[in-house]
Antibody, heavy 119, light 107 residues
Framework: EVQLLESGGGLIQPGGSLRLSCVAS????????MNWVRQAPGKGLEWVSGVSNSGGKTCYVDSVKGRFTISRDNSKYMLYLQMNSLRAEDTAVYYC????????????WGQGTLVTVSS | DIQMTQSPSSLSASVGDRVTITCRASQGIRNDLAWYQQKPGKAPKRLIY???NLQSGVPSRFSGSGSGTEFTLTISSLQPEDFATYYCLQHNSDPRTFGQGTKVEIK
């Protein structure tokens, strides 16, 4: 059974930094791309970032480019999201999400971790 | 970036009703579209992949159709457990994009 468990969320002041982590189990982590998706309170889902299975290719939504960095450690079955220069509008539940092999949509989700950016 | 326009944003329906939700893509995405159901406080759950394929374990009252730019999720006979918010996701190109969501409420 695929399991994804996020951690690292919390309350952070505007301009601060936070690193989210996601530990994966139940599948061969190095075979699959991974994504981060967020959901602001009372709002819809927003795709944030993706990384290829090797970690060699990354992609970001425009609103986080230059501030967020996605990475992975395949030996540890870990996915990360380094978030710098945080803004109030980054407040959201952040979901770790596994990408399927074929099709390459999101086939499994973590339970999410809440990031609150506020002074 | 590909924009996904989902409609309606909300609807009220009764148990047993047939419900249809639409997603339109700003450019052709073949059948690279999935549908998700989300209940309050929970992570989304995949219902449909590749536009029309039912996820294992999902009731057959859910179905998807479409290709190119227009896609539909249909619930043939709404059940109490189907009251939730539904999202489409295009994975044809990065950045991936979700529709705005459709909240299905009890009439």
């Amino acid at each position: 059974e695929v399991q994804l468990l996020e951690s690292g969320g919390g309350l952070i002041q505007p301009g601060g930094s936070l690193r989210l982590s996601c530990v994966a189990s139940g599948f061969t982590f190095s075979n699959f791309a991974m994504n981060w998706v967020r959901q602001a309170p009372g709002k819809g889902l927003e795709w944030v970032s993706g990384v290829s299975n090797s970690g060699g290719k990354t992609c970001y939504v425009d609103s986080v480019k230059g501030r967020f960095t996605i990475s992975r450690d395949n030996s540890k079955y870990m996915l990360y999201l380094q978030m710098n220069s945080l803004r109030a509008e980054d407040t959201a539940v952040y979901y770790c999400a596994k990408v399927g092999w074929d099709p390459q949509d999101i086939d499994n989700w973590g339970q999410g971790t809440l990031v609150t950016v506020s002074s | 970036d590909i924009q996904m326009t989902q409609s309606p944003s909300s609807l009220s329906a009764s148990v047993g009703d047939r419900v249809t939700i639409t997603c339109r893509a700003s450019q052709g995405i073949r059948n690279d579209l999935a549908w998700y159901q989300q209940k309050p406080g929970k992570a989304p759950k995949r219902l449909i992949y590749s536009a029309s394929n039912l996820q294992s374990g999902v009731p057959s009252r859910f179905s998807g159709s479409g290709s190119g730019t227009e896609f539909t999720l249909t619930i043939s006979s709404l059940q109490p457990e189907d009251f939730a918010t539904y999202y489409c996701l295009q994975h044809n190109s990065d950045p991936r994009t979700f529709g705005q969501g459709t909240k299905v409420e009890i009439k």
